[in-house]
């Protein structure tokens, strides 16, 4: 009898031969500057917890105290029986910190942009996405009824192209939706925001920016990139975001008007569907929103560490790409420079993993590296100097 499960073991082996599968390293403990990976104790160098709010102290605390006053889960879905005042709080004060008129938190990034794109545009409507965009947001769009475009990578003229070539369509869209990354992660760019939102108004069309990689890191005292450009919310309808990355937590959230979160918490499926953040989680994000807004010199230091790593590495020689944020990829050429550059720097200390191909070109692997702000001074100079070694080691430099 044929075994109807064959195609697991076989499609894993291909990755395996391919060595495209993912080798899972283990940390055990936090995700601190110095961090013990796979047992070796090493400097985390390709994180998303850019702050180190991930272990501050007043951000476990509340996390704790949580725990103790409301319970390790919420019990429920948020518009049935798990909806708790820590997270109608952490709204308020999100949309605070974000100067708009609302906000809504999602449990995941993931999740808000898998259950929010399809309700924004569907049956006669058109979205136009970046072609970098992020896989939940390509998931989104997929999940959605509405005819899709793709413009090339924050090419505006080419956005313009298809929304002109949008307004011949007959019978004539409903509704278009322009969606872009803010910060793209592969490259550490940033989205021409501002030009996009101009290019979308004249058309009618709404414009919905991912800025998860931009949260805590763009803008004034880190309130990501529509702060970043001065944009308002009627040039930017819909703020994406995470509490996974800077924020050092978990959970997607939007901010916005009013009518779009009171739209998003009814139609959202994975919202509506899905359990709501236990106390502790959201407790702990209603306390990054609040050293946010206290402790700037988090946002300050990630800067000027960035400011001084990039310098040091491009004066090593080394190509760190175009990226205008605390992401600097380090980039190789082949996947297997790439691979041996990841492996030298673990021996030596530093953990950056290696991004190849299929994830970007076949002749720009790199080393993606992430900008951490609870780095000293010293931790710093050790990695610029395993950088200086396995570079001249690999006869990169
Ligand atoms: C990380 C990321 C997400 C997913 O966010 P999670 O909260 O981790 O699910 C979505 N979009 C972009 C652009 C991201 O980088």
């Excluded at 978990?250 to 998003?264: E, M, Q, T, Y």
């Excluded at 040091?312 to 080394?318: E, I, K, P, R, T």
């Excluded at 790199?366 to 010293?378: F, V, W």
Aim: glycine residues 10%; aromatic residues 6%.
């Amino acid at each position: 009898m044929r075994d109807p499960t064959a195609f697991l073991r076989q499609e894993y082996d291909e990755l395996v031969r391919a060595d495209l599968d993912w080798k899972l390293r283990v940390l055990g403990g936090p995700s601190t500057p110095w961090c013990s990976i796979d047992g070796k104790r090493v400097l985390m160098f390709c994180s998303n917890n850019y702050l180190g709010l991930s272990n501050h102290p007043k951000i476990k605390a509340a996390a704790i105290s949580a725990i103790e006053s409301h319970g390790a889960g919420s019990g429920s879905v948020r518009p049935i029986a798990g909806n708790m005042d820590i997270h109608m709080e952490l709204e308020r004060r999100l949309a605070a910190f974000k100067r708009a008129d609302a906000s809504l938190v999602y449990q995941t990034g993931f999740a808000t942009n898998a259950g929010l794109i399809p309700q924004l545009a569907g049956d006669g409507d058109l979205i136009v996405s970046d072609e970098l965009n992020h896989g939940s947001i390509i998931d989104g769009v997929r999940l959605s009824k509405a005819e899709k475009a793709v413009y090339r990578h924050s090419d505006v003229g080419d956005l313009e192209r298809v929304l002109t070539g949008a307004e011949h369509h007959a019978p004539a869209y409903r509704r278009i939706l322009v969606i872009t990354d803010g910060v793209f992660s592969m490259d550490g760019d940033v989205a021409p925001l501002d030009r996009i939102a101009a290019a979308a108004a004249p058309h009618g069309a709404m414009v919905y920016v991912d800025d998860a990689h931009g949260e805590g890191v763009l803008g004034e005292g880190g309130r990501g990139i529509v702060s970043h450009f001065r944009l308002s919310r009627e040039q930017v309808q819909v703020e994406m975001g995470t509490f996974s990355k800077a924020f050092g937590v978990v959970g997607g959230h939007i901010s916005g008007s009013r009518d779009l979160v009171n739209f998003a918490y009814n139609k959202s499926r994975t919202w509506l569907l899905s359990g709501s953040h236990p106390p502790g989680v959201a407790a702990a994000c209603l306390a990054a929103v609040d050293v946010l807004e206290h402790e700037p010199q988090h946002v300050e230091r990630l800067w000027s560490l960035t400011r001084r790593f990039k310098k040091a590495m491009a004066g090593l020689g080394f190509d760190i790409g175009h990226s205008e944020t605390p992401i600097t990829p380090v980039i190789v050429g082949e996947s297997a420079r790439a691979k041996a550059l990841s492996q030298r720097l673990f021996e030596l200390g530093v953990f950056a993993l290696p991004i190849v191909f299929p994830m970007v070109a076949k002749d720009k692997a790199r080393i993606r590296t992430i900008m951490n702000a609870a780095l000293s001074d010293a931790d710093l100079e050790t990695a610029i100097g395993a950088f200086d070694t396995a570079g001249r080691e690999l006869k990169l430099l």
